[in-house]
């Protein structure tokens, strides 16, 4: 088993609770938890360990949000969400973390501000982009990030937004998104050690966490209006991009 400090546990389990969080309702609010699990957890464990949060997490979200997923959406993802894993699989014995990071964080930030400047001229008359490479490109973006450093957050939130889903299906639609992915991801973590059977056992006493975040999820989820719900998801994309760049 891990072993950590009072202050780590501390800090572990917090992440635990707005893994939960961000899964049934605040997409978006997970951008702290991968700084700081590192910080409470060797580099390499804390990857496999949040792997598995992320996976008992999804178990929650996915059975609250069992009928609000836009299919299309995700299967359109998939594909080339699967090809970014492999590539991602790949690129981490090419390519760290550090080297990536500021590129994602790039792309966010751009893609942030064309679709601001879209609804800020077009307002509900701005085109909602159909093309093939916009979901092919931002689902292989989200398999590279994911496989890479659990940060497809910020990609996700961005197709999202441009979908212009009500935030319900918003929420429900990544929610199915991750599920699937988490899984493929899998087997690629535990040949590179990053999920083992010590991560599963740790990862299995956050339950608890994770349920209490799951639950104050559903509760913000229900009583933000979808007009905050839309501002504060950008805001957020933006301070996951940012943090990515330093």
Known sequence: MLELSPFGWFVVSLCAVMVGITKTGIPGLGILVVPLMASALPARSSVGVLLGILILADLFAVGYHRHNAKWHHVLRLLPPAFAGIVAGYFGLRLVTNEQLKPIIGVIVLVMLAVNYWKTRTKG?????????????????????????????????????????????????????????????????????????????????????????????????LKRIPQKAFAAVVQILAAAAAIKLLF
């Open 124 to 220: 509900k008359d701005a085109s909602i982009p159909t093309q093939w490479w916009f979901a092919a490109g931002l689902g292989f973006l989200a398999g590279i990030t994911t496989m890479m450093a659990n940060a497809a957050g910020p990609i996700m939130i961005i197709y999202l937004l441009a979908m212009r889903l009500p935030k319900v299906e918003f929420v429900g639609t990544g929610v199915w998104f991750f599920f699937v992915v988490n899984w493929l991801k899998v087997p690629f973590s535990a040949n590179l050690q990053l999920m083992t059977t010590e991560s599963v056992k740790f990862d299995l006493m956050m339950l608890p966490f994770i349920a209490v975040g799951a639950l104050a999820g559903i509760f913000l």
